[in-house]
């Protein structure tokens, strides 16, 4: 099978969320079965110095209305993938990968050049596999311009974050794809009163997946879909949830190189004890014994800021020590550093991102809370499950369908906490249950262990891609 993975980011060159490590991980795992592997993202100015043996092997012209762009076609091969890059200076050497007022014609032009880029390397994939709203119009372009190139061709497109939708104007088709403005007037593309980008990928792809099965369900309803609901629903019997995996071998706590102590499901009591002193040291929590609840997270309102400072003063006020690490809003930046003030010796404060850091977090905490708004996936509830860190979650989206909550009569296979409404008090009700059983030191290492036991892995996940990619083939 000839597998081409479309994204605008992609690990291990430039990544900015999840996306990146979906597009990296799922193509890793899909070469590891065999399976050819090619993946496009644009030549960002942050990807040049993180290239080792690349070389430009073609070079394409898009056209966009009265626009000539040349897009230069580099490649390098890693851990089994091909990856070209796509350059052009004017779209991508900027300081930024997203957030500029033309980033629908960046886009536009960079969806083109990767089929002007097939077209030029002469290869027909099976599958193209596009993410998000930067690459979903693929699957029309092709399909309205009945390009013959791609016949037999089937695409998938992967929904990741529907908050951001590809809006642009009416005209835009024309000037930007060459497209009919009869596709606004049928209502293939329009979307209210604009043209919505990723309704075009869910109009014209074969299949639909999104980050996990519940998120698939919440996104099919009025209240969670985002304005996206009804035109998914056209295409229900399409549209698949697969929860997403993380790398087990990047995140493995019997040999990351960044924490104190390595250990596994057999000896984690004494390497968490070892990488709770060395956090509680660096960051000078004075009771390195305390129970310690932590946070790894971008700091914006959609991950429930407000619930976890509620839960703070009342954990600090039984005994336990916080750890915050994460960047975002302002307010909610100096409300974490108002915290640190108040609890100098059991709150920690990291504004910013730290990889290292995070790593020995999660080796060290015995708690991980996210109580997100809403949550497609989620990755860092794994991580902490496989650094047996216990998640206290509230249960949406991939929160919903990764962590299982301890009710007291489920010690076999529960590997956290979770809870449904989106309120302070139940948060801080969830993590002091959590810390009562913190107290009962059988059960509490029963839970971590079936944390770190926990199967989060991409092997799983990867089936079930592999398995759609297979079913549209034989059609």
Known sequence: MKLVMVGSESNPFIKTGGLADVVYALSRQMAKTGEEVSVFIPLYSGVKGKLKEHEKVAECEVHMGWRREIANIYHEKFTGIDFYFLENQHYFERGTIYGYDDDGERFAFYQQAVIEALRVLNYKPDIIHVH?????????????????????????????????????????????????????????LRFG????????????????????????????????????????ALREY????????????????????????????????SGKKRNKEELCNRLNLKNKNAPLFSLVSRIT??????????????????????????????????????????YPDQVAVYVGYNDPLARIIYAGSDFFMMPSLF????????????????????????????????????????NGFGFDEFSEWEMTRTCLYA?????????????????????????????????????????
């Open 301 to 342: 309102w959609q991950k429930g800021m407000s619930l976890v400072f509620a839960a703070v003063h009342e954990l600090v006020k039984h005994g336990a020590n916080v750890v915050l690490l994460g960047s975002g809003e302002y307010q909610s930046e100096r409300e974490m550093d108002r915290l640190h003030m108040l």
């Open 132 to 188: 998000d709203w930067q690459t979903a119009m693929i699957p029309c372009l092709i399909k309205e311009k009945k390009d013959e190139f791609f016949k037999g061709t089937k695409f998938v497109l992967t929904i990741h974050n529907p908050a951001f939708q590809g809006i642009i104007y009416r005209e835009s088709l024309g000037d930007l794809y060459s497209l009919p403005l009869e596709l606004y007037d049928n209502g293939a």
């Open 238 to 269: 399409d549209f698949c949830g697969f929860l997403n995996g993380i790398g087990y071998e990047e995140f493995n706590p019997e040999t990351d190189p960044h924490i104190a102590k390595n250990y596994n499901a057999s000896s984690f009591v």
């Open 375 to 414: 949550e497609p996936c989620g990755l860092g509830q794994m991580i902490a499950q496989r650094y047996g860190a216990l998640p206290i979650v509230r249960r949406v989206g991939g929160l919903k369908d990764s962590v299982i909550n301890y009710d007291g009569n489920n010690l076999e296979t529960s």
């Open 193 to 232: 009163e604009v043209v919505s980008t990723l309704k075009g990928g869910i109009m014209y792809a074969d299949k639909i997946t999104t980050v996990s099965p519940t998120h698939r369900n919440e996104l099919l309803t009025k209240e969670g879909g985002m304005g996206l609901d009804t035109v998914l």
């Open 435 to 475: 810390l009562e059983q913190y107290n009962k030191p059988e059960v509490f290492k029963r839970l971590v262990k079936n944390a770190i036991k926990t199967d989060n892995s991409w092997e799983k996940s990867g089936e079930q891609y592999h398995g759609l990619y297979r079913e549209l083939l034989s059609r």
